[in-house]
């Protein structure tokens, strides 16, 4: 039997991309499409599940007693994964202090794809070029990408220092560390399916479009590869947070500031009780800034995926120039991108960022690249890097991710929350020709992202607000956001005293909006927190409208699959 899946796919679209200059990339061999068992697949009458405990001690004697197999140990949240019986998965949930939670799939997937020939838009749409110039590259800052791996010596040079920046890797399908393959002038983990290295080359690429700008938002910051997901962008939660636990422990080792998590699973609990949001918390508590896209399963209401949906962290929806590099008057928001609120209240996504029809660098074996040829570029440099272009918000979280390098090399003291409050106070929403919010906080956010904005702002408390992370861990405080809904289903915002804030665009019917308009500056601050009280109902049931309600012990099904960041239209 199949444990559950989520399957975590990156949004992406591809195009004819001209020749950029050089950058080095071996091809890897193709992907070992043989015949296996999928990731998740454990023996007959045995499903996989997180054990936690109060400690990872104690998780794993009680998977020790029934008899059951432990195959993860996930110390960052006192858990292990471990395969069980029906009998001795019932034996565990009767034990005192113990949670069980399906081990649910993740994979990551690329959108549907449009030809044509376009040059990277989003370094200067960003305004990250003109940091460039001064300097401001992502030197002195590490990037880990949790993602598919990484396709071999691709952009590994400094631009300045001429050093190696990508610093090590990690497979958590293996739980093997290191940077070559035995026998083989490979490098590991390997990216066999495409995803990772392609949000990676968003974030990172050094190399130059025809205007000579860099292709990468942060060309400079150093790099860490860890791998969760196999050939097919198929992984599971305890790879996930395998792949985190290396991450908060190596963090030091490598001044690891930054994780991108292009990927995301339909919540099937309140956050504080989903192992991967947990760990991820662990990131945010620690002093590590986490990027998650919103998902891609937009434009319905609250279809932020896991972990985008931890309200700590930076959440990153997807808009497009439309194909018009040079008209920023014409940009819109992505249908696909997914919007908010969460179940609990949150106005997510925090930010949005460029994510429609993105140049990114992929192997022409990869996964991807044999499944949707026809958008990988017509001709290749010098040292055989392909080119391909995707949409999804895969792609806007690898321009976010990039612009916290940014920030965080000007400014290397700053915490995680200020950080986000940072980006939030510097975005541009998008506007309409009177000035009007063009979209609704629950589909952009505070707006697009401007990266020079960010680096030179002053902004200060004005993100996680009210919140309590140390609390939020220790199961003694949780927490909702400030969206309601009201009896006809439409969703509001209110303010610390539960009024209603009647600003336009802070409420919204649900629907989509096509509304074009350039993305402005003006800020916007609904993401404080307020206590969660046991039974807090909103509209007197915490339903919402669409009559799901998760009670306090709720906790992800054994059956239920899920998609992160689908495959979607090319925008």
């Known amino acids: 039997m199949k444990a559950a899946r989520i399957l975590i796919t990156s949004l992406v679209a591809v195009t004819i991309a001209t020749p950029l200059s050089a950058v080095t990339y071996d091809r890897e061999p193709s992907p070992p499409h043989a015949a296996k068992a999928p990731i998740g697949v454990v023996p007959a009458r045995h499903l996989s599940y997180i054990v936690q405990g109060s400690s990872f001690e104690m998780a794993q004697a009680a998977v020790a007693r029934v008899g059951g197999i432990v195959t993860h140990e996930l110390g960052i949240i006192d858990a292990v994964a471990a395969n069980l019986t ?3 998965a019932a034996a565990l949930r009767a034990s005192p202090g113990l949670t069980l939670t399906a081990n649910a799939s993740t994979s990551v997937a690329a959108s549907h794809l449009y030809t044509g020939i376009v040059q990277p838009y989003a370094v200067d749409r960003i305004q990250a070029s003109q940091l460039h110039s001064q300097g401001i590259t992502g030197k002195g800052v590490t990037i880990a990408f949790l993602d598919t791996g990484w396709s071999n010596k691709i952009a590994v040079q400094d631009n300045t220092a001429g050093q190696n920046v990508v610093l090590q890797g990690y497979d958590a399908t293996t739980n093997t560390t290191g940077l070559t393959v035995p026998g083989s002038s490979m490098s ?3 990216d066999y399916y495409g995803h990772g290295t392609h949000v990676m080359s968003i974030a990172t690429n050094m190399d130059q479009g025809d205007n000579g700008h860099r292709i990468g938002i942060a060309p400079d910051a150093a790099r860490v590869i860890v791998k969760a997901f ?3 962008g198929a992984g599971s939660y305890a790879n996930v947070i395998r792949g985190i ?12 500031r930054v994780v991108n998590m292009s990927f995301g699973a339909p919540p099937q609990s309140f956050y504080w009780q989903d192992p991967l949001a947990q760990a991820v918390m662990k990131l945010w508590q620690a002093g590590i800034v986490v990027v998650a896209s919103a998902g891609n399963s937009g434009p319905k209401a609250q279809s932020i995926t896991v972990p985008g949906n ?9 808009m497009t120039d439309n194909y018009t590099p040079g008209n920023p008057y014409d940009d819109y928001l992505d249908s ?7 179940y609990e209240g949150f106005v997510k996504p925090d930010i949005v960022g460029p994510g429609g029809h993105m140049v990114g660098i992929m192997s022409d074996k990869s996964t991807i690249a044999l499944t949707y040829p026809q958008f990988l570029a017509s001709t290749v440099t010098q040292n055989g890097a392909w080119y391909f272009e995707m949409s999804g918000t895969s792609m806007s979280a690898a321009v976010a991710t990039g612009t916290v390098a940014l920030i965080l090399q000007a400014h290397p003291g700053l915490t ?4 986000k409050c940072r980006l939030m106070m510097s975005a541009q929403p998008a506007v309409d020709g009177t000035g009007r919010l063009a979209y609704s906080v629950f589909q952009q956010g505070a707006g697009q992202i401007n990266a020079y904005y960010a680096v030179y702002s002053a902004a200060s408390n004005c993100a996680n607000v009210g919140l309590d992370i140390n609390a939020d861990l220790a199961g003694t405080k949780h927490f909702m956001g400030s969206a309601r809904q009201a009896w006809n289903g439409s969703f509001y915002v209110v303010d610390q005293y539960n009024n209603p804030i009647n600003q336009q665009g802070y409420s919204w019917t649900g629907g989509y909006t096509g509304s074009q308009g350039y993305l402005w500056n003006n800020g916007y601050l609904w993401n404080n927190g307020f206590l969660w009280n046991n039974g807090y109902l909103w509209n007197n049931g915490y339903l919402w409208n669409n009559g799901y309600l998760w009670n306090q012990n709720a906790s992800p099904s054994t059956q239920t699959n899920s998609v992160v960041n689908p495959w979607v239209r090319q925008e």
């Open 86 to 88: 029906p009998a001795q």
């Open 188 to 190: 590991a983990p390997v």
């Open 230 to 232: 196999d050939q097919n």
């Open 245 to 256: 636990n290396w991450i908060l422990n190596n963090a030091r080792t490598y001044n690891i």
């Open 310 to 318: 931890v309200p700590y962290v930076i959440t990153v929806g997807s």
């Open 336 to 342: 696909f991108s997914s919007v908010g609120p969460t």
């Open 416 to 419: 995680p929350d200020q950080v």
